[in-house]
T-cell receptor, first 116, second 118 residues
Framework: AQKVTQAQTEISVVEKEDVTLDCVYE???????LFWYKQPPSGELVFLIRRNSFDEQNEISGRYSWNFQKSTSSFNFTITASQVVDSAVYFC?????????????FGTGTRLTIIP | NAGVMQNPRHLVRRRGQEARLRCSPMKGHSHVYWYRQLPEEGLKFMVY????????ESGMPKERFSAEFPKEGPSILRIQQVVRGDSAAYFC????????????????FGPGTRLTVL
């Protein structure tokens, strides 16, 4: 069975600091997909990134970057120069690539608070 | 290009009533997933549907919950005889039909329906 662990329940940092959100996953499949979603206080889920298990290249998008390491089964998310608008709950999720069924297994989320 | 639509956004029911939650997938999407988010928890998969077919309902409670995705119209998640423990946010996600190889489509989520059972 697949599992996603986000050990950090809550993190608070002062604005402009960098912050890393940890995500560790478990799966028996050799092909799988990892995701990060953001849930701002308004409650909707915002897709941030999808990464497949064959692509271990790190990715950067503006102030966001992701570090995927298969050796440690981790897919960590770093926000550089944090801003108040980054305050949200962030979910890491895993999908095993079973053809026709890509249901997501979510972690319990990390609540990030950026202090002005 | 409209995103995933869910209605109502907020729903209040008394214990014992029925709740009907609707989800219209993104244009061109024929796969719908329902997830439930209990207060202060992550999202849990409930059911996966294609048009007129339930593909995976392994996350659905055995009683009182049902889902459908008819040929025409939105997907419906139905909860009969609601109880206080059903109070949660229910999210719908959709992804497109075409799959030429074994891969995973990104699921785009609707805004959710917040169900409150009094």
């Amino acid at each position: 069975a697949q599992k996603v662990t986000q050990a950090q329940t809550e993190i608070s940092v002062v604005e402009k600091e960098d912050v890393t959100l940890d995500c560790v996953y478990e799966t028996r499949d050799t092909t799988y997909y990892l995701f990060w979603y953001k849930q701002p206080p308004s409650g909707e889920l915002v897709f941030l990134i999808r990464r497949n298990s064959f692509d271990e290249q790190n990715e950067i998008s503006g102030r966001y970057s992701w570090n995927f390491q298969k050796s440690t089964s981790s897919f960590n998310f770093t926000i550089t120069a944090s801003q108040v608008v980054d305050s949200a709950v962030y979910f890491c999720a895993l999908s095993e690539a079973n053809f026709g069924n890509e249901k997501l297994t979510f972690g319990t989320g990390t609540r990030l608070t950026i202090i002005p | 290009n409209a995103g995933v639509m869910q209605n109502p956004r907020h729903l209040v029911r008394r214990r014992g009533q029925e709740a009907r939650l609707r989800c219209s997938p993104m244009k061109g999407h024929s796969h719908v997933y329902w997830y439930r988010q209990l207060p202060e928890e992550g999202l849990k998969f409930m059911v996966y549907l294609q048009k007129e077919n339930i593909i995976d309902e392994s996350g659905m409670p055995k009683e009182r919950f049902s889902a459908e995705f008819p040929k025409e119209g939105p997907s419906i998640l139905r909860i009969q005889q609601v109880v206080r423990g059903d109070s949660a946010a229910y999210f719908c996600a959709s992804s497109p039909l075409e799959r030429e190889v074994r891969y995973s489509d990104t699921q785009y989520f609707g805004p959710g329906t917040r169900l409150t059972v009094l």
